[in-house]
Every structure is written in C-alpha cells, then in structure tokens.
C-alpha cells in the first residue's frame, strides 16, 4: 500500500513563501504523476498543480501558474511544492496524491487513487 505524507505548511504573510513536500512510502512506488490539490472552508477541492513521474512535465492551476512551482526527487520518492508570493485566498489544506494509471497527468481528484492526510496553509493579510 502507499502512503503518502506532507509537510511544510503553516502561518505565513501575505507575500511570503512556503515549501510543501510529499513523501511516498510502502510498495514499490512508481506512480504515473503525483498532483497537489487544495480545499479552503466551504470550498470543493481543487487541482493545483501536478508533475509527471517520468518526464517532470508540470501542469498548473491558472490562478497558482507563475507563482506555485511544482518538483520531485524520484531517488527520494518525494514531491514538492513551491509556494511564493502568497495570497490569503490561497489559505487551504493541502493534500498530495499519486496517479498510477497511465491515462495523462490528472487535474481530476477522481484520477488519483492515493492521497495524503493533508497540511494547513494560512495566509495572513
């Protein structure tokens, strides 16, 4: 089984940065693309960026694209996500998760099939 776990969020400015990782662990783990999504209170989850396991292709939200910058270390099963510049709207949990089917690099929640248990993001204005 995989396991997903993140780190790095928390309090932050309006302007400041912060630095998510996403480590993988348990079986063999060669995911086809690992994504970041978000939800903030009330709000449903949206995709925010994602990264071929093979190739490092991103893809991005158009409201994070230039701002966020997504990453991975395969050798350490881990992703990160860059977070600069940062907005109150983009206080959130934040939750990574890894797509094994190789059907394209997902921006569905419903194309990824493991998830972590997510880590808060607050942006102070």
């Known amino acids: 089984q995989v396991q997903l776990v993140e780190s790095g969020g928390g309090l932050v400015q309006a302007g400041g940065s912060l630095r998510l990782s996403c480590a993988a662990s348990?079986?063999?783990?060669?995911?086809?693309?690992m994504g970041w999504f978000r939800q903030a209170p009330g709000k449903e989850r949206e995709f925010v960026a994602a990264?071929?396991?093979?190739?490092?292709?991103?893809y991005y939200a158009h409201s994070v694209e230039g701002q966020f910058t997504v990453s991975r270390d395969n050798a350490k099963n881990t992703m990160y996500l860059q977070m600069n510049n940062l907005k109150p709207e983009d206080t959130a949990v934040y939750r990574c998760?890894?797509?094994?089917?190789?059907?394209?690099?997902?921006?569905?929640?419903?194309?990824?099939?493991?998830w972590g248990q997510g880590t808060q993001v607050t942006v102070s204005s």
């Open positions: 348990g079986r063999t783990f060669s995911p086809y693309a």
């Open positions: 990264i071929s396991w093979s190739t490092a292709s991103t």
């Open positions: 998760a890894a797509q094994i089917s190789p059907l394209g690099v997902g921006v569905r929640v419903d194309m990824y099939g493991y």
